[in-house]
């Protein structure tokens, strides 16, 4: 719900500060929305899955899940032809399939999709318990998940992450990297309609920025325990 809020908070920037640029119209907004509400149902397991136990298991492949909880949605539905395209749009939010072999030939579909992208991403980092999430939870999810080893070029395994502790302190590097590589050049700043939206001030960004200097100064004082703030249950 989070990243459909942030989806239609940059659709709206756009609108308001789009300047003689083509609107997005109906159809499309509404499947971009339609996108942000399935884009990570792809870690909801089967009545019938009796392998695995949690949905975090489904980490590497939830992407192309999600887009076929959404195919089985739609189907029947007035909207069943445009499931080619939701199927696609919906692996900008995601790494399963690089973002050139997705790409649209109209211009304002590869706007949406970078909007997609980018609020799936902001929503996350500016959270303001993002930090706490990644600490209590996402450890887990990727150890689930199967990713805290991988493969390295001499075909050994070879560990990416420890422990928690050691996932936090990468945290910062990942959220600059994540800003100016996925953010800034893939999805091109199309953060920036936020700003339009508030009236202002990116709140989104601004938030992320609280964050990534919060922690890069525990990290620096080794005083990652002052994270204090009490992670939601029930959120796994």
């Keep these: 719900m989070d990243v459909t809020l942030a989806t239609m908070r940059l659709i709206d920037g756009y609108e308001k500060s789009r300047d003689g640029a083509s609107s ?8 971009t929305v339609l996108s942000a509400l399935f884009h990570d149902s792809g870690y909801i397991r089967h009545r019938q899955d009796k392998v695995h136990k949690n ?4 980490t590497k492949t939830h ?3 999600s887009t076929q909880y ?7 539905t007035r909207l069943e032809e445009n499931i080619p395209f939701v199927t696609r749009l919906i692996h900008y939010t995601g790494y399963e399939i690089p973002l050139d072999k997705i790409e649209f030939d109209d211009p304002d579909d590869n706007r949406v999709g970078w909007m997609l992208g980018t609020a799936d991403l902001i929503a996350q980092m500016s959270d303001r318990m993002y930090l706490e999430k990644c ?6 999810e990727f150890e689930l998940g ?8 001499d075909g050994e395994q070879e560990v990416v992450y420890s422990s928690s502790d050691e996932l936090l302190a990468a945290t910062p590097d ?7 590589n996925r953010l800034k050049k893939s999805f091109h700043k199309v953060y920036s309609y936020a700003a339009a939206h508030f009236n202002g001030p990116n709140l989104y960004m601004e938030a992320l920025e609280k964050n990534c ?3 890069e100064n525990l990290v620096a004082k080794d005083q990652l325990h002052l994270l204090r703030r009490n992670s939601p249950r029930g959120t796994v």
């Design 24 to 31: 997005l119209g109906q159809r499309r907004v509404t499947l």
């Design 55 to 58: 949905g975090a298991e489904y």
């Design 63 to 65: 992407v192309t899940r």
């Design 70 to 76: 959404l195919k089985q949605y739609l189907l029947g």
């Design 135 to 140: 600490r209590d939870y996402l450890f887990l």
């Design 146 to 153: 199967g990713v805290l080893t991988r493969t390295n070029p």
């Design 174 to 180: 990942f959220i600059r990297n994540t800003v100016e």
């Design 213 to 215: 200097n919060f922690l």
